[in-house]
């Protein structure tokens, strides 16, 4: 399914060589389109999930993509993008030596956006975006987890972060932190503030809360 929406996106282009206008042309309507579309098509079926759970699309800006790999800087390993939008922060990650660099993104006319992005780039074999519920994801396998979700998704999220992913994994959010957490980094100021988290210290802390409750 997911080389099926990446063949699909890039197709139509492969033969053709697009000028600077054609590519502004073409990024722009890609934008309206998406947008168009989830307001006019998805957008209804959207409702359905509890409006604590919806998540509108924001996309990441240059400054916080920034961010969050200068708190990522050393690390290594696989990435997952939790509702990875138009996929910038996992073509940047897989930039930074990333690999696997994976998004999880529900919205199909985004992972299409998304890899037509990483196809201009000349990275959409090497990236990967896969239509998802990121509940459902098996995050077991990665060492390092960007999220850009609204707070009340983030509160939600928390549990299933600290069950499933290995001891020294790394959470990168960006725009909104966990409030229930403590960040052992902080990178940038105002909207573009990125905070990072280490999975051992989270358990750690939450198992000293856990023993002083029951004393």
Not at 11 to 39: H, M
Not at 78 to 106: N, Q, T, W
């Amino acid at each position: 399914m997911e080389d099926d929406i990446q063949d699909e996106v890039i197709s139509p282009f492969k033969d053709r060589r697009l000028g600077g206008w054609q590519i502004l042309q073409l990024t722009a309507g890609s934008g309206l389109a998406v947008y168009a579309v989830w307001a006019g098509i998805l957008m209804p079926g959207f409702r359905r999930v509890p409006l604590k759970l919806q998540v509108p699309y924001m996309p990441a800006s240059r400054s916080q993509v920034r961010n969050v790999m200068t708190l990522m800087k050393g690390r290594s390993g696989a990435v997952a993008d939790l509702g990875s939008g138009d996929g910038r922060i996992v073509l940047e990650a897989h930039r930074h030596g990333f690999s696997p660099a994976v998004g999880y993104e529900l919205n199909p006319w985004l992972v299409r956006l998304a890899y037509f992005h990483a196809w201009r780039a000349g990275h959409h074999r090497s990236v990967s975006y896969r239509r998802e519920d990121l509940w459902k994801v098996d995050l077991s396998t990665y060492k390092n987890v960007t999220v850009f979700l609204a707070p009340s998704v983030l509160s939600l999220l928390q549990k299933k972060l600290l069950a499933e992913l290995p001891k020294d994994a790394l959470i990168v959010a960006g725009r909104f932190p966990f409030t229930d957490w403590t960040a052992c980094k902080v990178e940038g100021e105002g909207a573009d503030r990125a905070w990072a988290y280490r999975v051992q210290e989270l358990r750690q802390r939450c198992q000293s809360k856990d023993e002083n409750v029951t004393d």
